[in-house]
């Protein structure tokens, strides 16, 4: 099979297990990013298949070519470090060509490839600048213009964007998927920002405790979570806990129609805040007490109490909803827009 395939990859420290039967089929062209809080272990995934850490069980397969343990220098990869990792030393030509000059690559060919890589990210005529003379945006760009001018099989990104303030942070977004997309080379993307994966991602890999918990298309993970983990985790969802009374499905006490009937103890219904929908006090669902009001400006975020668990509702300013903090207010949702989870 073409592409990077994981098969139960594992590395323990000792007695911490960071990463835990991990398999994943990544065709190739295909833009993937692992997401998960802190210590989920995607940082150690993506060192093992770089090749700067050894699987302590498993196998790496690139393009059908067993490479788990080959060494990195010959695993035909770029990387993008969190740190960057630029030479001080150098200026951008220097930095971009680090790599053709050490594997022997004539000045001619030197000079054209650095030409074309800087018009590709944006920065011709920067070739003579010193690295210090660059932006945090400008320094994100050489680097990916490095990783990629051996023309790597596979591009690796470690939290490439941290550092970058939230507004160029979006843009580079954009930048990288269009990149990625015009030069249809393999990608993964390490990163704990769940809008990035969700702006950049044709797969996004939910990762926690050391395993994949999820891995599927963004629209799929956001409708469609697999566990209260993956639903908590990407982006902001309600988790209603469920109870079955005469074979019916109920919150709080209160039936709720169109719901199948939990098949076990500690599930839960997933609701997205968009997907809650406001109603005068008595009607609807589930009735609560609003607690806070949050006005975002493109978004109003109403806080609700029941039962001793806080839900949110989200509408756009043109449906605000017309509640107070104190007021107690009805709400409801399509059945079809709330999926049954289990923790």
Known sequence: MSGLVLSEVRKHFGPVHAVEDVSLSVPNGTFVCMLGPSGCGKTTLLRMIAGLEEPTGGSILLDGRDITAVPTHRRELGMVFQSLALFPHLDVTGNIAYAMTIRGVGTAEKKRRVGELLEMVHMAGYGDRSVAQLSGGQRQRVAIARALAVQPKLFLLDEPLSAL????REAMQVELRQLQERLGITTIVVTHDQREAMTMADQVVVMGGGRIRQAASPVEIYRHP?????????????LIPLA???????????PLPGIAAPARDGQMLSVRPEDII??????GALTG????????????????DIGGHRLVAASSPRDRPAVNVGDETGLSFHAGN???VTA
């Open 226 to 238: 697999a566990d209260a983990f993956v639903a908590d985790f990407i982006g902001s969802t309600n």
């Open 278 to 283: 406001l109603a005068p006090a008595g009607e």
């Open 165 to 168: 303030d939230a507004k160029l």
């Open 244 to 254: 079955v009374e005469n074979g019916t499905a109920t919150a709080f006490g209160k």
């Open 289 to 304: 007490t609003v607690a806070f009001v949050r006005d975002l400006g493109a978004t109003i975020e109403t806080f609700i």
């Open 338 to 340: 709330a999926v049954v």
